[in-house]
C-alpha cells in the first residue's frame, strides 16, 4: 500500500518560513510527478505547485510564484515545499499528491493517484 507522509507544518507568524516535507514509501517514486495542494475550511482543495520525476520542471499557481519553491530527492523519495513571506491567507491544511503517470502536471486533484493525510500551516497576522 502507497503511503505519503507530510511534515514540517506548524503556527507561524507572517513574513516567516516553513518547509514541508512529504516522503513516499515506494521506491517507484522517482516515476511519478509530485504536487501539493492545499485546502483551506469551507473551500475547494486548491492547486499549489507540481514537480517533474527528474525535479528539472516546476509549476506553480500565481498566488505562491516567487515565495515557494517545490522540489524533491528521489534517492530519499522525498518531496519538499519550501514556504517563504507566509501571509495569512497561506493558512490551509497541505497536501502531497502523486500522479503516477509520467509528467503530465496537472492541477485538478482528481488527476492525482495517491495522496498524504496532510499537515496544517497557520499564519498568523
Known sequence: QVRLVESGG????????LRLSCVA????FSTWSMAWFRQSPGK????????????GSMYYT????????????NAKNTVYLQMNSLKPED?????????????????HPAEYDYWGQGTQVTVSS
Open 44 to 55: 475547494d482543495r486548491e492547486f499549489v505547485a507540481t514537480i517533474s520525476t527528474s525535479g
Open 10 to 17: 506548524g503556527l507561524v507568524q507572517t513574513g516567516d518560513s
Open 25 to 28: 514509501s515506494e521506491r517507484s
Open 62 to 73: 500565481d498566488a505562491v510564484k516567487g515565495r515557494f519553491t517545490i522540489s524533491r530527492d
Open 91 to 107: 493558512t490551509a491544511l497541505y497536501y502531497c499528491a502523486a500522479d503516477t503517470n509520467w509528467d503530465r502536471f496537472p492541477s
